[in-house]
């Protein structure tokens, strides 16, 4: 059985196990990249705190960045996994070639933006004297890696769509490994401190991009990147964005409701807090890293099939995945309840930053347990190509319940007001997804048994 037949006749189960098992590793270990800088960051003798909360500062530009990297990296991938369900591979590797140009295009104009208005855009964030010279060091030598940084992780999405899940999962595998031991020998050996952070993560970004073309332009792939595929076309542009919008505007959303939160932070807890949210954030993707790689595991899976109108293959593999991303998320709520401390005390050891961060953790995350199906439900309908409901749900969490909650809460509680926004955003978006999601499935089981 070839690798795309098998998404649509091997048992789901199994299938489900198979692709998502690599993209959670591969997830976690795409997640090293932040939450070992960080460590490390915070670690640095005397400027710790400061250089945490400089690198904090950065967050909603890299997000930004990574946002940019969705847009056309899961937007291609889904529009490709829909054409290869129906059989078409010429179209499937256009949208490959558009989505490679696309990417190269924007690794240009991001960082042209962004550096010329450097100083402006961090002083907005809510940098102080003490933290924005951290700032700056780092994000500088971000921007210039953003070439490798949008091309690995852009393309990457498109290699399980391909049918391999293994090697997408080695190509973050590869890059997360060799940042963690660069990372030590560039800040602390070298004497580079966060520069150097972001030298290893750039230079890791690099081997990841030159595996990922190899791939591509090798024999083991069976889409491949083809030079006639490189002029771009507006009805392929258009197909990649249409699906790609949807977790656009989710991590453009975050880039937002970070400069909210940080300006927030700092006016209601002072600069300490904006480490703390971004310790917090980090031990955060701990757990929702796997539950992407879950989405990114069913992706394929629902978009072939869904394309082929096995739609009885559909709702099993969603049923499968909102039961794992659930009981991942319930783990990850016994932690951040039970040992808190531990968790901060990880990436810096300072007693303000510790104790201000137990709280924050505690309140903050107390409701993860019910958004596993919500990013599972916003998965659902990216998958099958109906873009506006997924960002829709995608926005209705990070934009339109928790950057008012953001604005308003801190005014009556203060920094609690801050870390009560996370939890009420949650519910709130949560039981409208469920309402969506399970509206839809009960009309594909309609629209089957017409079939």
């Not at 990147?225 to 959303?253: D, E, T």
């Not at 990013?375 to 873009?387: D, H, L, M, W």
């Not at 801190?410 to 409208?432: H, N, R």
Request: net charge positive; hydrophobic share 50%; aromatic share 10%.
């Amino acid at each position: 059985m070839d690798r795309h037949n098998r998404l649509g006749e091997e048992k789901i189960s199994t299938l489900l196990f198979q692709f998502s098992t690599p993209a959670i590793v591969g997830m976690l270990v795409n997640a090293l990249y932040n939450i070992v800088d960080r460590i490390y960051i915070g670690n640095i003798k005397d400027i710790g705190k400061y250089a945490i909360t400089g690198v904090g500062l950065t967050l909603p530009i890299t997000t930004i960045i990574m946002a940019f990297g969705m847009l056309v990296g899961i937007g291609s991938a889904a529009a490709v996994s829909i054409r290869l369900g129906r059989h078409k591979k010429d179209e499937a590797e256009e949208i490959l070639g558009n989505a490679f140009i696309l990417l190269l295009i924007l690794s240009v104009v991001l960082p042209i933006v962004g550096l010329t208005f450097l100083d402006s855009i961090l002083n907005s964030f809510g940098a102080s004297a003490n933290t924005l010279v951290y700032a700056k060091e780092y994000i500088t030598i971000i921007f210039f890696g953003t070439v490798f940084s949008l091309v690995s992780f852009g393309l990457n999405h498109s290699v399980r769509s391909d049918g391999n899940p293994k090697m997408a999962m080695m190509t973050m595998l590869i890059g997360a490994v060799l940042n963690t031991i660069l990372d030590p020998i560039f800040i602390f050996v070298f004497d580079m401190g966060v520069k150097g952070a972001a030298i290893a993560t750039v230079l890791s970004q690099v081997v990841t991009t030159l595996w990922i073309l190899k791939y591509f332009l090798g024999s083991d792939s069976i889409l491949k990147i083809r030079r006639k595929y490189f002029k771009l076309k507006k009805s392929v542009i258009l197909s990649i964005f249409a699906i790609g919008m949807s977790p656009f505007s989710m991590q453009l959303a975050a880039s937002v409701v970070q400069i909210t939160s940080n300006k927030a932070l700092s006016t209601y807890g002072g600069e300490y807090a904006i480490g703390v949210m971004a310790v917090i954030s980090s031990i955060a993707m701990i757990f929702l890293m796997p539950v992407f790689g879950i989405n990114q595991g069913s992706q394929p899976i629902i978009g072939f099939n869904y394309g082929a109108k096995k739609y009885d293959r559909v709702k099993e593999t969603v049923n499968y995945a909102s039961f794992a991303a659930t009981v991942i998320m319930i783990i990850g709520f016994l932690v951040v309840e039970i040992f808190p401390a531990q968790a901060i005390g990880l990436f810096n050891r300072d007693q303000e930053i510790v104790q201000m961060g137990v709280q924050g953790i505690r309140i903050y995350l107390c409701m993860i347990p019910v958004i596993g199906v919500q990013i599972i439900g916003t998965n659902y309908f990216q998958s099958i190509g109906k873009a506006k409901i997924s960002m829709f749900l995608s926005l209705l969490r990070q934009v339109i319940l928790l950057i008012p909650l953001l604005i308003i809460l801190p005014k009556y509680f203060g920094l609690t007001g801050v870390w009560m926004a996370g939890p009420i955003s949650d519910l709130g978006s949560s039981l409208i997804t469920y309402t969506l999601f399970f509206k839809d499935l009960k009309k594909l089981r309609t629209e089957e048994a017409a079939a």
